[in-house]
């Protein structure tokens, strides 16, 4: 793999689309700046950093290892990218079924509750373990990074330096939606974050749609390696 600053501002953006889709997780970060829980909010996102770059390294290990020792990886990738498509795409579906605005405020008023009336260790828990079951972080790192970067065989600085644009990503998203509110002391606007929802719906579906049209094309599996662009074909008369 090619570290370069081309390398990670793709990284950087498509983790951004990924991250950006409003939901208790989120909303937990927003009430947690809403009330002022400044220290809560800190530990908090330091447990959802340190769970992002166990994840990571974890799977991205793990794509090294069977790259080595397994002869195709070809079916079950088929497999997980049928199964990231359906999920991506009725996510976005039930998103515009559901209103979940206020849902998703009173989720996050009560995390944010929870955690900012915990000490340090439980507010780095309570991140941890928040992210370590989101399935978002899994699909991301397990199909789309390997496609986006061509390989499925990463050294360890090759992990590292995904970790930290990832984690940057992160921080950037967290950063832009909580800062402005410990400034002006005030909660987002319901319109604003129904528009947002709309928008990642929408966002979510065309992944959905993308990944079942990679799937009958093949091209990223073939480019990394993965999938030999003869397996489908014919044996011929």
């Given at each position: 793999m090619v570290i370069s600053l081309e390398t990670a501002i793709l990284l950087f953006s498509t983790y951004l689309i990924f991250g950006i889709k409003p939901g208790p997780y989120m909303m937990a970060f927003i009430s947690l700046s809403a009330s002022g829980h400044l220290r809560g909010l800190i530990f908090f996102w330091l447990g959802t950093a340190m769970a992002m770059i166990a994840m990571y390294s974890a799977?991205?290990?793990?794509l090294d290892y069977f790259s080595q020792y397994m002869a195709s990886l070809s079916v079950p990738l088929l497999m997980m990218k049928l199964?990231?498509?359906?999920?991506?795409i009725n996510l976005g579906v039930l998103g515009f079924r559901k209103l979940g605005v206020g849902d998703a405020k009173r989720a996050g008023q009560e995390k944010a509750k929870e955690i900012s009336l915990a000490d340090a260790a439980e507010n780095w828990v309570s991140g941890f373990l928040l992210t370590a079951s989101n399935p978002y972080h899994i699909i991301y790192v397990f199909s789309v990074v390997p496609a986006l970067l061509n390989t499925i065989s990463f050294s360890g600085t090759d992990i590292i330096f995904i970790n930290t644009v990832s984690v940057l990503a992160d921080l950037t998203i967290i950063t832009g939606f909580c800062l402005p509110i410990l400034i002006v002391s005030h909660k987002i606007n319901d319109d604003i974050l129904v528009r947002i929802?709309?928008?990642a719906n929408v966002v979510m579906i065309a992944i959905g749609l993308y990944i079942l049209y990679s799937i009958f094309?093949?091209?990223d599996l073939i480019q990394t390696g993965i999938l030999n662009k003869d397996l489908f074909k014919g044996e011929g008369v």
């Open positions: 799977v991205l290990l793990s199964i990231a498509a359906v999920i991506f929802k709309q928008i094309d093949q091209w």
